[in-house]
């Protein structure tokens, strides 16, 4: 995912602007290449904020400590310094410091510092240093040094799903939702690891019967280079029960989408669900 570009013009002379206000009123800056910046005092005031020498802080307010305490939005719990959690994040829990919280998100949890969970995102857990989530429903650690970039190094864990009625192959979906996928970012290389079950749960078919099963371990790694993906990839199948001929899913990728399609049977009702772990290196440089 592109990272943020500067939300308004620059005033002349300065090379970042304002992104983003905290429920305390602390306001974020980013230079061009969307990257959080804490502004000096001369840049803080030439914007019309106000600068706060103790601690180092630009806000659009002096923050009142008895007011937050009768004013304070009960749905989002922060603790720490210099998190930013944008308008319509709800129900949002951050522990450390300098985490952002993109708006429209909710239901997330974050853990650490310089983490990001980006907007309209819901239910991600994201630990650690420079974590980044931009899948819902997804479990995030970020293993990077502060001077680091957003997501340089970190791994992810998520489900993708399907039900299958026949014997065509058709995509799975992250966290079964229509047209969801993950989005690989450019110049970045993944080691993935997709584990899948599926389990017969209904239809006409003679052939087997409800409860067949059969599980596969896909290895690979997805190379995004300047925004064409490829993939290089080997399956087993530990276990499997019943008739099972002909099931079968594939990680494949289109686009700058990573996607697992699947295969059932004619007239059986399958159900297919796969647990994705993800190592990542967002390198920074253009790839070939």
């Known amino acids: 995912m592109a990272r943020p570009k500067y939300p308004i013009t620059p005033i002349t002379g300065l090379t970042i602007a304002p992104y983003g206000v905290s429920a305390l009123g602390v306001v974020t800056f980013v230079d061009k290449q969307g990257n959080q910046i804490t502004p000096n005092q001369v840049q803080c005031e030439a ?17 009142n400590t008895k007011l937050n305490n009768v004013f304070d939005n009960f749905s989002n719990s922060i603790n720490g310094a210099n998190n ?39 239910n991600a857990n ?30 992810m ?3 993708y799903g399907k039900q299958t ?25 993944i080691y993935f690891q997709s584990e899948t079950l599926a389990v017969r749960v209904g239809g006409s078919s003679g052939s087997g019967a409800v409860g067949d099963f ?5 290895r690979g790694v997805v190379k995004n280079a300047a ?31 990573f996607l697992q399609t699947v295969k059932g049977a004619a007239n059986m009702t399958i159900e297919w669900a796969s647990t994705i772990r993800m190592t990542q290196i967002k390198t920074g440089v253009t790839l070939s």
Do not use: H
């Not at 995030?140 to 502060?146: C, F, K, P």
């Not at 059969?214 to 896909?218: F, G, I, L, M």
């Open 47 to 63: 914007y019309g904020y106000t600068y706060n020498p103790d601690s180092n802080t630009c806000s659009t307010f002096r923050f």
């Open 227 to 257: 925004g064409t993906l490829s993939i290089d990839r080997s399956r087993t199948s530990p276990a499997d029960s019943g008739t099972t001929t002909g099931w079968s899913p594939i990680n494949s990728v289109s686009g700058t989408n």
């Open 157 to 159: 864990t998520f489900m």
């Open 84 to 122: 930013v959690v944008q308008t319509g994040a709800i129900n949002t829990y951050v522990l450390g410091e300098e985490n952002t919280v993109r708006s429209l998100s909710r239901n997330n949890i974050v853990i650490g510092k310089k983490n990001e969970i980006a907007a309209s995102i819901n």
């Open 165 to 189: 009625t026949d014997g065509s192959t058709v995509d799975a979906f992250l966290n079964n939702t229509t047209d969801s996928y993950f989005v690989v970012p450019e110049n970045t290389a």
């Open 126 to 155: 994201v630990y650690g240093v420079l974590g980044e989530a931009t899948a819902s429903n997804s479990i995030v650690l970020g293993g990077n040094a502060a001077a680091d970039n957003l997501g340089e190094r970190q791994t």
């Open 214 to 218: 059969k599980s596969w371990v896909e």
